[in-house]
C-alpha cells in the first residue's frame, strides 16, 4: 500500500483547492478537450479531458498517487478510488469528492468512463433521487462546467444510476464510486477545510450584535480572506445588506476621512452618535465607490477609528493604521457596550487564529512574502 501514497504536500508552492479550481474554472478562450492534459496558469490556457482535470489537480496540489500511470484514465481512478475504499452510499458524499464509473468493456482508445469534482453535497428530490452540483470536463463543455446531474439510488441509499441532465428520463445503470483523492476534510458545520475550521472558536449560543450595520459590496461574499462571516458565526442577528446602492437611512458612518471637518479619533459612544453606526465592507476602491454611488452617506456624521493597529496583514490595507472590517467593528462594539470585552476579547482572538490558519494554510507564495515582509 505504500506506493499508494501520495507525494507530500508544499504549501508554498500551492493554492488551495477550491482557489485552484475557481481559477481554472476561469479559463474559457484558452480551454481545448485534449487527451493530453496541458495547464499554463501564466497564459490562462487548460487542456484536458475528465480524467485530465483531475490529473492536473493532483499534480498541482502535489498529490498525484505514484501507483498511477503518468497520463490516468477515468477507468484507472475508479479502480485506484475502489482500491482506497469507496462511497457507495449518497449520504456520504461531501464537496471536492470525486465521482466515478467506467465501463464494462473498456476501449483500446477514447472514453473508458467518466470523472468529475462534487461541488456541493447531494440535495434530495424524493426518496430515491437526488440532486448534485458537479464540477466537469467534457467534449462538448467550454472550459469547466458547473451544472447539476441526478443521482439516483436505492432504499438504502445505495448508488445504482445517474441521470446525465436533470430533465433527462434515460438514467445510466451503473456501479458508481466516489471518494477523495486530495485528503482534505471539511467542517459539516461551517464547510471549511478542517484545518481552517473556527467553529471551536465561537460560542454554541450566538451573541446579540450591537446597532451596528453592514453595507457589503456582492464580492466580498465569495471573498476567502473575508471577515464578515466570522462576525456572522458569532452573532444571531447581524444586519449585513448585500448591493453597491443602498437604501438612504440614518446613522453614523464609521470610515475614514480626508477632510478636517471631523475631528479624528473622536470616541464613539451613543450620546455622541446616531445609532446604528454603518460600516463599508468592501476593498479602499470599491467603498469609496459605494460613496459616490451613495451620496446620503456623506452627509450622515463621520467617525474614523485611529490609534489602533490592524492584524490584517494577509490583505492590503489602505494604510499602516487601517482597520478591516472585524476589527472596525469590535472597535465600535467596545464604544457601544463597554461590559463586553471578556466576549470583545473572544471574538479578536478567534479573528486572530483565522489569520494564522489562513498564512499557514492559503499556499501563495506571494501572500506569504507580503505576510512576512510587513512583520520585519
Not at 471536492?96 to 472514453?111: A, I, Y
Request: net charge positive; aromatic share 8%; charged share 30%.
Amino acid at each position: 500500500m505504500e506506493s499508494l501514497k501520495p507525494q507530500s504536500l508544499n504549501l508554498e508552492k500551492t493554492l488551495p483547492l477550491h482557489l485552484l479550481l475557481e481559477e481554472l474554472t476561469s479559463f474559457k478562450e484558452g480551454h481545448a478537450f485534449d487527451r493530453t492534459p496541458f495547464l499554463d496558469r501564466s497564459k490562462g490556457i487548460l487542456k484536458c479531458d475528465c480524467a485530465g482535470l483531475i490529473t492536473l489537480l493532483l499534480k498541482e496540489l502535489q498529490l498525484f498517487p505514484a501507483s498511477l500511470p503518468s497520463l490516468p484514465k477515468a477507468s484507472d481512478y475508479f479502480d485506484l478510488i475502489e482500491t482506497l475504499g469507496a462511497k457507495e452510499n449518497i449520504k456520504e458524499l461531501k464537496r471536492h469528492d470525486l465521482l466515478c464509473w467506467k465501463k464494462e468493456r473498456l476501449p483500446q482508445s477514447g472514453d473508458t468512463g467518466h470523472i468529475l469534482v462534487i461541488n456541493r453535497k447531494p440535495k434530495k428530490i424524493t426518496e430515491e433521487k437526488y440532486s448534485l452540483e458537479i464540477l466537469e470536463v467534457n467534449r462538448f463543455s467550454t472550459g469547466i462546467q458547473l451544472r447539476e446531474v441526478q443521482i439516483h439510488t436505492l432504499k438504502d441509499g445505495r448508488i445504482w444510476g445517474v441521470a446525465w441532465h436533470p430533465n433527462e428520463k434515460k438514467v445510466k445503470k451503473t456501479k458508481v464510486v466516489a471518494g477523495t483523492l486530495f485528503k482534505r476534510k471539511y467542517c459539516s458545520k461551517c464547510e471549511q477545510v478542517e484545518t481552517l475550521c473556527l467553529c471551536p472558536y465561537f460560542p454554541e449560543k450566538k451573541q446579540t450584535s450591537p446597532s451596528i450595520i453592514i453595507l457589503r459590496h456582492p464580492d466580498e461574499k465569495k471573498h476567502p480572506l473575508a471577515t464578515v462571516p466570522l462576525l456572522q458565526k458569532y452573532f444571531k442577528d447581524l444586519c449585513v445588506i448585500e448591493g453597491e446602492v443602498f437604501k438612504e437611512r440614518k446613522g453614523t458612518l464609521i470610515y475614514p476621512h480626508d477632510s478636517n471637518a471631523v475631528e479624528k479619533g473622536l470616541a464613539i459612544n451613543q450620546s455622541l452618535a446616531e445609532l446604528p453606526l454603518i460600516l463599508i465592507d468592501a476593498t479602499w476602491k470599491k467603498s469609496k465607490r459605494i460613496l459616490f454611488q451613495n451620496p446620503w452617506l456623506s452627509k450622515l456624521p463621520r467617525y474614523e477609528i485611529s490609534g489602533l493597529q490592524s492584524n490584517y496583514l494577509i490583505r492590503k490595507q489602505k494604510t499602516p493604521g487601517a482597520l478591516n472590517t472585524l476589527e472596525t467593528f469590535c472597535a465600535c462594539w467596545k464604544e457601544l457596550e463597554p461590559n463586553k470585552a471578556n466576549e470583545q476579547q473572544e471574538l479578536l482572538s478567534a479573528f486572530h487564529t483565522f489569520i494564522e490558519k489562513k498564512v499557514n494554510f492559503i499556499g501563495s507564495q506571494r501572500l506569504k512574502e507580503n505576510y512576512l515582509k510587513d512583520l520585519s
